[in-house]
């Protein structure tokens, strides 16, 4: 077996048998890893809670046929702040587990490494409103879905934006937009996202468009996964 070195976020664990754990990782230079972590649960693991989500560790590890084995992990980032607030905490669960869902095992992806890392410090530094809902038209993005913004998606007319069809591939106008509207200003925020101008965005506070861009930024994510997110049915169910 090789071994390698890398810096790397985890993202999702599972148990394996009675000691041992599974854990799934966005690596920096090694796109998502799938190791073992052999005697974690056990109380005197030499690794502790280094490999919970939302950790950032410095990796170690064997190069397996099917699972790679973790053999050291040192801590470089643990998101304290993040993990004691509810609110961020959540929005940090969907950043994982879409990241999860979306990166592909053993593809080196730095980009998404770099955008997911960046978005978590930002969470942790200030939490703005609009965070969330422009992460994921980012990260969408950057896996090859963009949405048609200045067009219609179903007809292609230009200068009418007056509904969203994530499964019609972006905006709609008003002759299409039947039974599935969206507000001027949600799609003006979805297109400023994609166009690169998310300083901007993430300056809009207190407004129903946090809410609107989120919903049909999840909608999206959950159109292209072809699932819904298990933190979203989570956060639905306890309210």
């Known amino acids: 077996m090789t071994l390698y070195r890398d810096s790397a976020l985890v993202l999702r664990t ?3 048998g009675e000691s041992d754990r599974i854990v799934s ?3 920096e230079k090694s796109g998502k890893i799938r190791a073992v972590v052999k005697g974690v649960r056990k109380t005197k693991s030499r690794f502790g809670s280094r490999l919970e989500p939302l950790s ?6 064997w190069k397996g046929r099917e699972l790679d ?7 470089i980032e643990l998101f304290r702040e993040t993990r004691k ?3 961020r905490l959540y929005k940090a669960n969907i950043i994982l587990e879409a990241t999860e869902q979306i990166a592909q095992d053993g593809y080196p992806e730095p ?5 997911v890392v960046r978005v978590l410090r930002v969470l942790e530094a200030d939490d703005p409103q609009m965070l969330l809902g422009s992460f994921i038209w980012k990260l969408l993005a950057l896996q090859g879905y963009r949405p048609q913004m200045s067009v219609c998606a179903v007809c292609g007319v230009t200068g009418s934006r007056a509904g969203f069809d994530a499964t019609a591939g972006g905006a709609l106008c ?3 937009a039947h039974g599935r509207r969206a507000s001027t200003e949600a799609l003006d925020v979805i297109a400023r996202s994609l166009d690169g101008q998310l300083a901007e965005v993430l300056r809009i506070e207190n407004s129903p468009v946090v809410a609107e861009t989120e919903a049909l930024a999840l909608r999206a994510l959950e159109v292209v996964l072809e699932r819904s997110l ?3 049915r989570s956060s639905i169910i306890r309210h």
């Open 69 to 75: 084995v973790v053999s050291q992990a040192e801590t």
């Open 85 to 87: 607030d509810l609110d």
């Open 56 to 61: 950032l560790v410095s990796l170690l590890c």
């Open 174 to 176: 008003e002759e299409h």
């Open 25 to 27: 990782m966005l690596g």
């Open 111 to 115: 980009e998404l490494y770099k955008l």
């Open 14 to 16: 599972w148990r394996l």
């Open 230 to 232: 298990r933190s979203v």
